[in-house]
């Protein structure tokens, strides 16, 4: 039985990925931190009893920042395939933490490489890295020829957290080069779910969304609405990053859509999900939208409603404006293809966030929480 250890596994990417493993008959060991609350939310539906014997997934605590606790899991659980997701990935907050960020994002992949070496796991084990678009930092020349980024498009991050991911990209490849070692990087576009982080763009939206159009909210603010983002699903994306350790050589890879779309559009997109037409007036830091029409019985707002307005607060230092990847590479030479599109990741997120919504408001309205009320 093949064993994969996963560091980031309670986040969005490391739930999908032990699911996926999970399937595929793999141990799947996970180092998780210690937080003053649960913070296993994703994955206590693939953890229900650690006593019993049959149980394939195994939590390890631990912290990017710790060599000798990363040393001693590695050791531990001699995995064939490390996935090394964890990350504080938050583009704005690493602006706030980072001296933090560099820590776990850059030098966390050095000390899992050091400790896979040290161990004497180089042959043994394959180590895949959750690199990023962020890389690319949207600088418009650096495009290649048909207007994408791609493999080898140049890098200018714009972000702690993209100077960060930098530095692991590099010793990621150092390490492959100088000690042979089976260390690829996935360069990952953005990549959404229902199990997206609440503060990310897309999930603030769909939440927001579904929030007003219950009547639990009123409105929302959002930072810069003509940023434009390649956005897939996450799972899709976690199979290509199993299918990169399968893979017969070691390589870096580009996975994305090929499609770029405005935050504006996003935003769109999900009230159309539930029958809400929106209309924005004002430009720059005075845009705003208003309700237009509600073809949703269900969902009747007053037209003309503000439901959203700029709040300059989450306007970034440095913004990347514009990402949009190229993954012929993976298409052709892994046969990977995307199961879904931006259509059908808004239909998920959309879906998932009404669902939810209206478990809030029915615990709000003192009903009992039964767990398949709302399935
Ligand atoms: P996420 O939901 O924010 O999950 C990050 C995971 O890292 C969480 O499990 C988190 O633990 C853990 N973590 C944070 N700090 C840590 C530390 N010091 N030590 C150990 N674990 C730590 O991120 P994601 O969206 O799943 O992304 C997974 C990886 O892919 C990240 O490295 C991210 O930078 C990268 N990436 C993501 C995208 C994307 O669009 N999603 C695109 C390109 C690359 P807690 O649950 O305790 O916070
Ligand atoms: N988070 C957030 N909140 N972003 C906003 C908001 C807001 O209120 N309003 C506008 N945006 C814009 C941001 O300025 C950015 O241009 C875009 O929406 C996407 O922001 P995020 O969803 O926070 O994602 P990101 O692109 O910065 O970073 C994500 O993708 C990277 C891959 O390109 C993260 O998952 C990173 O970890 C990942 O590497």
């Not at 997934?57 to 395939?81: A, Q």
């Not at 080898?152 to 100077?163: D, K, L, T």
């Not at 705003?288 to 019985?297: M, Q, V």
Request: glycine content about 8%; proline content about 4%; hydrophobic content about 35%.
């Amino acid at each position: 039985m093949k064993v994969a250890l996963i560091s980031g596994i309670t986040g969005q990417d490391g739930s999908y990925l032990a699911e996926l493993l999970l399937e595929k008959g793999y141990e799947v060991h996970g180092i998780k931190r210690r937080a003053s609350s649960l913070n296993t939310d994703r994955i206590d539906h693939l953890y229900q009893d650690p006593h019993h014997p049959n149980q394939k997934l195994k939590l390890h605590y631990g912290d990017l920042t710790d060599s000798m606790n990363l040393t001693r899991i590695i050791e531990e659980c001699r995995p064939d395939e490390i996935y090394n997701l964890g990350a504080m990935s938050h583009v704005k907050v690493s602006f706030d933490t980072p001296e933090y960020v560099g820590n776990v994002d850059g030098l966390g992949t050095l000390r899992i490489l050091e400790a896979v070496r040290l161990l004497g796991l180089e042959k043994k084990t394959r180590i895949y890295q959750a690199s990023t678009s962020e890389l690319y930092g949207g600088i418009p020349e650096n495009k290649n020829d048909n207007g994408f980024y791609d493999e080898n498009s140049p890098f200018y991050p714009r972000s702690p957290y993209g100077v960060a991911k930098i530095y692991a990209f590099w010793i990621t490849k150092n390490y492959r080069e100088a000690y042979n070692m089976f260390a690829c990087n996935g360069i990952l576009f953005n990549h959404e779910s229902p199990r997206r982080g609440e503060t990310f763009v897309t999930r603030k939206i769909t939440r927001a969304t579904a929030r007003i159009a219950l009547g639990l909210q009123e409105k929302f603010y959002l930072g810069n609405l003509e940023a434009k983002r390649d956005w897939g699903h996450a799972k899709d994306y976690v199979r290509m990053m199993w299918m990169i350790l399968q893979a017969e050589q070691p390589e870096d890879w580009v996975i994305a859509t090929g499609k770029t779309t405005t935050v504006r559009e996003f935003v769109r997109m999900s009230f159309a999900e539930v029958g809400i037409e929106l209309e924005f007036k004002g430009l720059g830091i005075n845009e705003k939208a208003y309700i237009k029409s509600c073809n949703n019985l269900e969902y009747q707002l007053e037209l003309g409603k503000e439901i959203l307005t700029v709040d300059p607060k989450y306007f970034r230092p440095t913004e990347v404006d514009l990402l949009i990847g190229d993954p012929t590479k993976a298409n052709t030479n892994l046969g990977w293809i995307p199961e879904h599109d931006l259509a059908s990741l808004v239909n998920d997120m959309m879906s998932s966030d009404i669902k939810l919504m209206k478990k809030h408001q029915y615990l709000k309205n003192g009903g009992y929480d039964t767990i398949n009320h709302f399935e």
